[in-house]
Nanobody, 124 residues
Framework: QVQLVESGGGLVQAGASLRLSCAASGRTFSSMAMGWFRQAPGKEREFVATISWGGGRTLYTDSVKGRFTISRDNAKNTVYLQMNSLKPEDTADYYC?????????????????WGQGTQVTVSS
């Protein structure tokens, strides 16, 4: 079992920055691919970013490229999502996910464990 706990969400104005954190426990963190997904009100959950087990491979959805950065600290069992230049359309619940096979993928069904989410609201 893997437990994931997100933190760092909040209410900010457009153009501001936030850093989300996801702390993992229960399994060797360094062997898992990690991802961030988000779900806006009334919409389906969508892929945001992913990072491979070693951190050497990252992928982003087009709408966040150049603004968001995913990173990980395997010594702290934590993955981060630095979000800059936030826009109102970034408003959503953000979820951390762990994939035990280590493959960084955009597909939600490749991740076996999920956190409870942290809310991000960006006002215009």
């Amino acid at each position: 079992q893997v437990q994931l706990v997100e933190s760092g969400g909040g209410l900010v104005q457009a153009g501001a920055s936030l850093r989300l954190s996801c702390a993992a426990s229960g399994r060797t963190f360094s062997s898992m691919a990690m991802g961030w997904f988000r779900q806006a009100p009334g919409k389906e959950r969508e892929f945001v970013a992913t990072i491979s087990w070693g951190g050497g491979r990252t992928l982003y959805t087009d709408s966040v490229k150049g603004r968001f950065t995913i990173s990980r600290d395997n010594a702290k069992n934590t993955v981060y999502l630095q979000m800059n230049s936030l826009k109102p359309e970034d408003t959503a619940d953000y979820y951390c996910a762990a994939g035990v096979y280590g493959r960084s993928t955009v597909l939600a069904n490749e991740y076996q464990y999920w956190g409870q989410g942290t809310q991000v609201t960006v006002s215009s």
